[in-house]
Structure formats: structure tokens, C-alpha cells
């Protein structure tokens, strides 16, 4: 006999135990996965905003009555763990006996254990037949959310100047929308078009996950689908402990650095001690660096979900992500550090440091598993984000997008050039839909030949984006780092490039701060680059035959082919020279002995 106990507090309900159906359950494990897949569908095709329907910076997911993480869409990996740990708090705090079918919560408080406020969250419970299951929830990146700068991001010192927060509140009662909240919300917030739009297919998306699951209950009954949902959690923590058992055992360290904080130039130190002692994994940050009056600082959230992440790489990829998964996962980051800031600090810097912990925390693991790991990516989500009264309109307007950069080598092939790495998995914002919506103008977007790191594997190059404002003067924020720390290398590989920003301005390239608000002049352009990807291994080790063909595309410079890898290439006729490229790398070899 079993015991489960659900969020209103009631008494255990017993249930008998039963034999498992090996076709049942993965039965209904995809009808899980399946629900919240087409939630993600669903709020793809309806939202308004760019951010969402192009870049697809949003997830969905459903958690059972007891406030376990169940299924998920595949989307973002960073938002899918701060589902399951912001609707269990959420429904806690409101009362889940406060709530009815067609209700739905709206939150985005990172010290609740949200993330940034951008990312507001709609948690709609899911009852069957008057019985409370569960609840489908979504997330999505809103492109503003008012506060100090468009497009929410800014060098901001504590949460109040990053835009409007949203405790748990309703934002829908029995199906229709609340309108004193909306309008509160609308009034706070320069989109209002994308934020109102995108907030309206949260709803729908979370609407159809209701009836997707409502319609698997109604095949297989209330307790069949319960019971399976126990299986497949422990299902999952059997796998993963499993898993974490073939993991080299002992405790690996490293070390990382941010730039600076965003209001001094001061660099924000991180440490991590990983310790793998059979099956479970401790993550202790003790020693990182307090927090900040300044945007750089995350949450534990934030900070669980870059563990989680890593972990997930290094195990069986087929491993169901929800309640199980999280089990065997023990983080240990002092309250009032960067990794786990307390109110009421800024935040909304929180992915880019959430995204150095996960640089950090496999150059740690790359002692003891250095076949698995890659060098340093980007290591910076690289944003942007600018808006204005829109000329054509009159309208204020808002845009907001991630960069990519270059992927980290691994041992057996290079680093992908200009991609979202790890939780990020974000979307291009393809220039024709930016152009046609909005007024900018893009000039230029292309990769940066030269910023990958060198080595045997090559790291993957960052690109350049420029942004040219022609007949206005909108305001542009950059929230950008990895510009004085660059993408580490791996054994014996080189640093990637390091990402710049900066102003065209008649004629004249000039600086501009990676963590800053300027006011845009017509015609000027702001180029901002983004890092390369770290080499893995030595460079004169690399095959040449691969270097003509980097060369020949325009990724490397004859002279970088040269000086980093030893090769010397007759461009007339392409053609590598055996006798110079020979001696170029004893030189090489030599230089590193």
C-alpha cells in the first residue's frame, strides 16, 4: 500500500498498489508530454510578440496537486526548471482551497523564486470531475515590463527599477479575464499590443493543456493516470541515480569570472566545488562573491536550473525531466551571494550569470570527464534590447532579442558557430520580420571570421549584428559580458573572441558600455559582436586539410591559419605547403613545451 498527500492539506488517501504496464505507461507518458507540447504550440501560433512567436523564448508544462513537476514541452531549458519550482510556492501561498476551474495566477516576483521579471508566469489549476489534479502552467519572456529602460533590461541596482511586479495574483476568474489587472498591467508597460497579445495566448495555451489532460483522464480514470504519474517520477529518479552511479567519483573545483557588475568595473567572482560521492550530486558555491546593488545577481532558482542543465548533459538523454530528475540534485549557495540574491536586489542580469555558472561548472567537470565536456561557449546570453515612438505609428514600440555566439569545441568536433548554448535554446530574429515591424534598419549580420578559439577541435565563431535607427531617436540598452574575460579553452585549446559593443557615429567607431543605456542619434548604428567559442586540444594538432577548408570559406584569415595552427596556404591555387606548414608547427610545438 502507498500513501499521497495533496496541497490542500487533507488526510493521505490510500491507494492499492498495482503490477505496471510497461504499454500503459509510456502511453501515458507522452500523453503527458504531449499536453504540454501542444500548450506550446498553441501559444506559439497566438502570441503577438516576436520574442514568443519567432524566437520561442517561452515553455509550458503540468505539475500534479502535490506540487511535482510532471511533463514539459521541449523549449527552454532555464524556464522549465523554474516551473516546477514557482507553481508549487505560488499555489501555496494563494491557498490552492482560493482557487476554481477556470481561475488562472499571474507571478514574475523573482525573490518568490521566479526569474527575471520579464518572464511572467500563468498557472491554471485542472480539476476533473470537481477533483483537483494539477495545474498547467506556462511561461513567457514578455518584451517589456516597464521599469527604467525598453525591453526591461538595464543597469538597474535593485528590483523595483527593473519594471512592474506581479505578486501571485488572478488575472482570470472562472474563465474571464480580470479587467482591473490587465489594464494595471497594460498601464505599466510600453507594449502594450505584444505584452497584452502574449498574456491572452498564455491563457489559451493553458486552456488547451486542460483539456488535453482531461480528455486522457476520462479514457483511463482519476487513479490510473495518478498512478502512473508516481511511476514515471520514480522512474526518473531511479534512472538518474542509476545514471550518477557511472559518474567518476570525488569532488572537482573551479572558478569563474563575470566583468564587472554592471555598475562598477569591480569583476564578480563565482566558485564552485562539484562533489560526485555515488548517487547524488552536491553543487557548493560557497565562497562566491556577495551580492551586488547591481544587476548582476540570480536566484537559487536561476542557480538550480544551471545544475540541472549540466547534469542533464551528462547523462542519458532519454531521462524523463521532471520531479525525479531534481531528487538527486543538492545545492548549497549562501543566502545574500550573487547565486542567491535576496530582496530587494536586482535580478534581471540573473541568466547571465546563471549562464557563467554553467561555463564554470563543466570546466570543473572537465577533470574528471574530459571526453563529455566542451570548452568555453559564448558564456554571455548577449542582450539587446531598444524601443521609441515608432515614426510611421506614433505608437511606442519595444524589441528585444539574444545574440549567439560561438559553442565551445569538443573532443571530437568543433564548436558550432552562432548559436544559443546550453538553457538559453533561443531562436534568430530573422532580419525581414525585424525590418518589417519595426523601424531599424539591419546593415550587417554575419559571422566574425578569427573569434573562434583555436585547437585541434576549433571553437565555433560569434557574429556581428548592427542596428541602424534612420529617422528617430530610440533608446538602446545593452546587458552583455565575456568583454574582458573571454571563453576558455580547453587542454591546450585557445580563448575565444570576446564580445564588443559600440556606436557608429559619423564616421566614427566609439566604445559604448556592455551594461548600459544610451540615447540613439538618426543614423547612427550600433554594432554589438558577440564571443567565439573556446579550441579544445593543441592547434597544431588540428587536420590541415580542415584548416584550408576554414580558410576557404572565410571563417579563418591565411595569416590566423598561420600563427594559431602552423599551416601555410598557397591561396592561388589552395594548396597547403607541406615543407613550411611542417616547420611552422615545430615552432608551434616548441612554444607550448
Given at each position: 500500500?502507498g500513501?499521497?498527500?495533496?496541497?490542500?492539506?487533507?488526510g493521505?488517501?490510500?491507494?492499492?498498489?498495482?503490477?505496471?504496464?510497461?504499454?500503459l505507461?509510456?502511453?501515458?507518458?507522452s500523453?503527458?508530454?504531449?499536453?504540454?507540447?501542444?500548450?506550446?504550440?498553441?501559444?506559439?501560433?497566438?502570441?503577438?510578440?516576436t520574442?514568443?512567436?519567432?524566437?520561442?523564448?517561452?515553455?509550458?508544462?503540468?505539475?500534479?496537486d502535490r506540487?511535482?513537476?510532471?511533463a514539459?514541452?521541449?523549449?527552454?531549458?532555464?524556464?522549465?526548471?523554474?516551473?516546477?519550482?514557482?507553481?508549487?510556492?505560488?499555489?501555496?501561498?494563494?491557498?490552492p482551497?482560493n482557487?476554481?476551474a477556470?481561475?488562472?495566477?499571474?507571478v514574475?516576483?523573482?525573490?518568490?523564486?521566479?526569474?527575471?521579471?520579464n518572464?511572467?508566469?500563468?498557472?491554471?489549476?485542472?480539476?476533473?470531475?470537481?477533483?483537483?489534479?494539477?495545474y498547467?502552467?506556462?511561461?513567457?519572456?514578455?518584451?517589456?515590463?516597464?521599469?527604467?529602460a525598453?525591453?526591461s533590461?538595464?543597469?538597474?541596482?535593485e528590483v523595483?527599477?527593473?519594471?512592474?511586479?506581479?505578486?501571485?495574483?488572478?488575472?482570470?476568474v472562472?474563465?474571464?479575464?480580470?479587467?482591473?489587472?490587465?489594464?494595471?498591467?497594460?498601464?505599466?508597460v510600453r507594449?502594450?499590443?505584444?505584452?497584452?497579445?502574449?498574456?491572452r495566448?498564455?491563457i489559451?495555451?493553458?486552456?488547451?493543456?486542460i483539456r488535453?489532460?482531461?480528455?486522457?483522464i476520462?479514457?483511463y480514470?482519476?487513479?490510473t493516470?495518478?498512478?502512473?504519474?508516481?511511476?514515471?517520477?520514480?522512474?526518473?529518479?531511479?534512472?538518474?541515480?542509476?545514471?550518477?552511479?557511472?559518474l567518476?567519483?570525488?569532488?572537482?573545483?573551479?572558478?569563474?569570472k563575470?566583468?564587472?557588475?554592471?555598475?562598477?568595473?569591480?569583476?564578480?567572482?563565482?566558485?564552485?566545488?562539484?562533489?560526485?560521492n555515488?548517487?547524488?550530486a552536491?553543487?557548493?558555491?560557497?565562497?562566491?562573491?556577495?551580492?551586488?546593488?547591481?544587476?548582476m545577481?540570480c536566484?537559487?532558482?536561476?542557480?538550480?536550473?544551471?545544475?540541472?542543465?549540466?547534469?542533464?548533459?551528462?547523462?542519458?538523454?532519454?531521462?524523463?525531466?521532471n520531479?525525479?530528475?531534481y531528487?538527486?540534485?543538492h545545492?548549497?549557495?549562501?543566502e545574500?551571494?550573487?547565486?542567491?540574491?535576496?530582496?530587494p536586489?536586482?535580478?534581471?542580469?540573473?541568466?547571465?550569470?546563471?549562464?557563467?555558472?554553467?561555463?564554470?561548472l563543466?570546466?570543473?567537470?572537465?577533470?574528471a570527464?574530459?571526453?563529455?565536456?566542451?570548452?568555453?561557449?559564448?558564456?554571455?546570453?548577449?542582450?539587446?534590447g531598444?524601443?521609441?515612438k515608432?515614426?510611421?505609428?506614433?505608437?511606442?514600440?519595444?524589441?528585444?532579442e539574444?545574440?549567439?555566439?560561438?559553442?565551445?569545441?569538443?573532443?571530437?568536433?568543433?564548436?558550432p558557430?552562432?548559436?544559443?548554448?546550453?538553457?538559453?535554446?533561443?531562436?534568430?530574429a530573422?532580419?525581414?520580420?525585424t525590418?518589417?515591424?519595426y523601424p531599424?534598419r539591419?546593415?550587417?549580420?554575419?559571422?566574425?571570421p578569427?573569434?573562434?578559439?583555436?585547437?585541434?577541435?576549433?571553437?565555433?565563431?560569434?557574429?556581428c549584428?548592427e542596428?541602424?535607427?534612420?529617422d528617430?531617436?530610440?533608446?538602446f540598452?545593452?546587458?552583455?559580458?565575456?568583454?574582458?574575460?573571454?571563453?576558455c579553452?580547453?587542454?591546450?585549446?585557445?580563448?575565444g573572441?570576446?564580445?564588443f559593443c559600440?556606436?557608429?557615429?559619423?564616421?566614427?567607431?566609439?566604445?559604448?558600455?556592455?551594461?548600459?543605456t544610451i540615447?540613439?542619434?538618426?543614423?547612427?548604428?550600433?554594432?554589438?559582436?558577440?564571443?567565439g567559442?573556446?579550441?579544445?586540444?593543441?592547434?597544431?594538432?588540428?587536420?590541415?586539410?580542415?584548416?584550408?577548408?576554414d580558410?576557404?570559406?572565410?571563417?579563418?584569415s591565411?595569416?590566423?591559419?598561420?600563427?594559431?595552427?602552423?599551416?601555410?596556404?598557397d591561396?592561388?591555387?589552395?594548396?597547403?605547403n607541406?615543407?613550411?606548414?611542417?616547420?611552422?608547427?615545430?615552432?608551434?610545438?616548441?612554444k607550448?613545451?
Amino acid at each position: 500500500m502507498g500513501q499521497r498527500r495533496d496541497l490542500h492539506g487533507m488526510g493521505p488517501t490510500r491507494i492499492t498498489e498495482k503490477r505496471i504496464d510497461p504499454i500503459l505507461f509510456e502511453v501515458i507518458r507522452s500523453a503527458l508530454t504531449e499536453a504540454a507540447e501542444e500548450m506550446s504550440a498553441s501559444l506559439q501560433r497566438t502570441a503577438y510578440s516576436t520574442n514568443v512567436k519567432t524566437r520561442l523564448d517561452y515553455s509550458s508544462a503540468f505539475v500534479d496537486d502535490r506540487g511535482r513537476m510532471v511533463a514539459q514541452a521541449f523549449c527552454q531549458p532555464a524556464h522549465l526548471v523554474t516551473i516546477g519550482r514557482i507553481v508549487p510556492r505560488a499555489v501555496t501561498e494563494y491557498g490552492p482551497e482560493n482557487l476554481d476551474a477556470g481561475d488562472a495566477l499571474m507571478v514574475n516576483d523573482p525573490h518568490r523564486q521566479a526569474s527575471h521579471l520579464n518572464d511572467i508566469f500563468l498557472i491554471a489549476p485542472f480539476f476533473y470531475e470537481g477533483q483537483l489534479i494539477g495545474y498547467v502552467a506556462n511561461i513567457c519572456h514578455h518584451v517589456d515590463v516597464g521599469g527604467g529602460a525598453p525591453a526591461s533590461i538595464g543597469a538597474f541596482r535593485e528590483v523595483y527599477q527593473e519594471g512592474i511586479i506581479l505578486p501571485v495574483i488572478k488575472l482570470v476568474v472562472k474563465g474571464e479575464i480580470v479587467p482591473d489587472i490587465l489594464k494595471m498591467v497594460l498601464a505599466n508597460v510600453r507594449a502594450k499590443k505584444e505584452v497584452g497579445g502574449d498574456l491572452r495566448a498564455q491563457i489559451a495555451a493553458n486552456d488547451i493543456g486542460i483539456r488535453r489532460l482531461t480528455q486522457l483522464i476520462g479514457r483511463y480514470g482519476i487513479e490510473t493516470v495518478k498512478f502512473y504519474i508516481d511511476k514515471l517520477i520514480e522512474y526518473s529518479e531511479r534512472l538518474i541515480r542509476a545514471e550518477l552511479l557511472k559518474l567518476p567519483r570525488g569532488t572537482f573545483r573551479a572558478e569563474e569570472k563575470l566583468d564587472d557588475d554592471g555598475i562598477t568595473s569591480e569583476p564578480v567572482h563565482l566558485k564552485a566545488r562539484i562533489t560526485l560521492n555515488g548517487d547524488s550530486a552536491i553543487f557548493d558555491f560557497t565562497g562566491t562573491d556577495a551580492q551586488r546593488p547591481a544587476p548582476m545577481n540570480c536566484n537559487l532558482t536561476q542557480t538550480f536550473t544551471a545544475c540541472v542543465y549540466v547534469l542533464k548533459c551528462l547523462v542519458d538523454p532519454d531521462i524523463p525531466l521532471n520531479e525525479g530528475f531534481y531528487r538527486p540534485i543538492h545545492v548549497i549557495a549562501p543566502e545574500g551571494s550573487v547565486l542567491n540574491a535576496t530582496h530587494p536586489t536586482a535580478i534581471v542580469g540573473g541568466w547571465e550569470v546563471s549562464m557563467h555558472v554553467c561555463e564554470m561548472l563543466l570546466k570543473a567537470l572537465s577533470q574528471a570527464l574530459p571526453d563529455r565536456v566542451p570548452a568555453g561557449s559564448k558564456g554571455t546570453l548577449c542582450q539587446v534590447g531598444f524601443g521609441g515612438k515608432n515614426p510611421s505609428t506614433g505608437e511606442y514600440y519595444c524589441f528585444y532579442e539574444t545574440l549567439a555566439g560561438g559553442y565551445g569545441a569538443r573532443i571530437g568536433s568543433d564548436g558550432p558557430d552562432a548559436v544559443q548554448p546550453h538553457f538559453q535554446n533561443t531562436q534568430n530574429a530573422p532580419i525581414e520580420e525585424t525590418e518589417l515591424n519595426y523601424p531599424v534598419r539591419i546593415p550587417r549580420y554575419s559571422l566574425i571570421p578569427d573569434s573562434e578559439g583555436h585547437g585541434r577541435m576549433r571553437g565555433g565563431l560569434g557574429l556581428c549584428r548592427e542596428y541602424t535607427f534612420v529617422d528617430h531617436q530610440p533608446v538602446f540598452t545593452t546587458l552583455v559580458d565575456r568583454v574582458n574575460f573571454r571563453p576558455c579553452g580547453l587542454f591546450g585549446g585557445g580563448e575565444g573572441s570576446a564580445a564588443f559593443c559600440s556606436v557608429i557615429s559619423n564616421g566614427k567607431t566609439l566604445p559604448i558600455p556592455s551594461k548600459g543605456t544610451i540615447q540613439v542619434t538618426p543614423g547612427d548604428t550600433i554594432r554589438v559582436k558577440s564571443p567565439g567559442g573556446g579550441g579544445y586540444g593543441p592547434s597544431w594538432e588540428r587536420d590541415a586539410e580542415l584548416v584550408l577548408r576554414d580558410v576557404q570559406e572565410g571563417k579563418i584569415s591565411t595569416s590566423r591559419a598561420k600563427e594559431c595552427y602552423g599551416v601555410a596556404i598557397d591561396t592561388e591555387h589552395w594548396l597547403i605547403n607541406r615543407e613550411e606548414t611542417h616547420a611552422l608547427r615545430k615552432i608551434l610545438q616548441g612554444k607550448s613545451d
